[in-house]
């Protein structure tokens, strides 16, 4: 009873300070002129600030600080100063825009100074999957690297429509706070409720707020995509206990269904512009979210798509689970269900549209369907988001909103 007490503090605390100081960095950043602003590739119309990552990293600051005060949360300490680290790096990346290959260099240095300073995190056990266990640390050491760097990247790369990255990582932690409860990771768990209250202030306004709206920039993605790494690395050194996961509970599934649409997706990008003979860091508009957008999807239709999507792969993970099926079916029907529908989906759609545009034919039933689906779900804003719009954008005056709009000079 007292520990969730102090859950209910890390999650309360984390919302609390993330929604007070999110005012506050929206006008620093308007005021600094520390915006993204529209072109070609992009999908804004106007100018947004881009600090929310600082909104949501002040709320796991201040949730930790005071946690720490009740309870030792010490072996979260040198993941806090990655997350700084990364905070840092992700900010020098959306003012200055470092290098894809100079960030990829600072996200390996970033997993291997995870790995020095703890043996356990490092991935060398595959927990019965095809019957193996402890591995080698000459394979433990560069798997724990390509699986870190994968992870960082894959997260970034999902933030591409408003609500997306905030909407997913607040999913995907919740997932992992129940597994950490479940498997009583209970520092993990804390940091797991602190990352989403300092997301759930960032998450309303990205997605209602027309005026208040910030991105949550490189600064947040490479935080978040972090800890995403961290959870993952230290989930694979669970023992499991009888009693609470029993021997057929599949952890390498149960990450691939969290983790389901970003990184599959990215995997899919990035293999296609290699066989394109493109550098796999080259931006384009090709990920799954973008396929919604061009087939008439609002922002809010796409993120709650792509949500349901990945929900669906959980849900399917859980029955091949719970129906008895082996660690090695679990992880073959998780795979193929991801391939559906990141790849199928996406090259289905898209080689469809194409070929009803070059033939002059209308599309097949099953893309108007997909059409008409996002239609339903958000594309107009009604009398409840322009609702939620003004409650949001209470936060920022006209002056604020003319700098915003570049109709007066700062």
């Known amino acids: 009873m007292q520990f969730l007490i102090y859950c209910t503090i890390a999650l309360i605390v984390s919302l609390l300070v993330a929604w007070t100081v999110y005012p506050k960095v929206l006008l620093i950043s308007i005021h600094k002129n520390i915006v993204d602003s529209p072109n070609a590739r992009k999908l804004q119309k106007m100018p947004v600030p881009i600090l929310g990552g600082f909104v949501v990293f002040s709320g796991i600051l201040a949730s930790m600080l005071c ?21 840092f ?37 595959f927990h ?16 724990t690297i390509v699986a870190g760097v994968g ?40 940091l797991a409720l602190a990352v989403i209250g300092g997301l759930i202030p960032f998450f309303m306004h990205n997605v209602f707020g027309k005026y208040s709206k910030m991105f949550i920039g490189d600064a947040g993605t490479l935080l978040l995509g972090t800890v995403m790494a961290y959870f993952v690395i230290t989930a694979l050194d669970v023992e499991l206990q009888k009693g609470t996961l029993n021997e057929n509970f599949g952890i390498i599934p149960m990450l691939l269904s969290i983790l389901a649409v970003p990184v599959f ?21 090709t990920h799954l979210h973008h396929m919604f957008i061009r087939q008439g999807f609002s922002h809010i239709g796409t993120t709650i798509s792509i949500l349901f999507l990945n929900t669906f792969v959980v849900v399917i993970w859980l029955t091949a689970y719970f129906s008895g099926c ?50 339903k779900i958000g594309v107009q804003r009604g009398p409840f988001l322009k609702f939620m719009g003004r409650w949001m954008d ?3 005056s006209e002056k604020e909103r003319k700098i915003l709009m570049g109709d007066l000079q700062e």
């Open 151 to 190: 992870i960082i990247n894959a997260i970034n790369l999902i933030d591409g429509v408003d609500g997306l990255s905030s909407g997913y990582c607040i999913f995907a932690f919740i997932l992992f706070a129940a597994f950490f409860y479940i498997s009583g990771m209970y520092t993990n768990l804390i």
């Open 128 to 143: 019965g999957l095809w019957g193996i266990h402890a591995i080698p640390l000459y394979i433990a050491i560069p798997l």
């Open 265 to 285: 997706d990215t995997l899919r990008v990035m293999v296609t512009r290699i066989i394109k003979g493109i550098s796999p860091f080259n931006p384009d508009k």
């Open 67 to 87: 946690v720490s005060s009740l309870i030792d949360i010490g072996a979260l300490f040198a993941i806090f100063c990655i997350m700084t680290i990364m905070l």
């Open 394 to 396: 209470r936060c920022i």
């Open 326 to 375: 082996s660690i090695d079916l679990q992880l073959y029907v998780v795979t193929l269900i991801n391939i559906a529908i990141t790849v199928l989906l996406y090259q289905g759609v898209e080689r469809a549209v194409a070929k009803a545009s070059t033939d002059k034919t209308d599309v097949p039933a099953a893309v108007k369907m997909l059409r008409s689906t996002g239609r």
């Open 89 to 125: 790096v992700g900010l020098a990346d959306d003012i200055t825009s470092l290098s894809a290959r100079g960030r990829f260099f600072i996200e390996i240095a970033v997993i291997c100074i995870l790995m020095i300073n703890s043996r356990s995190l490092i991935i060398d056990d």
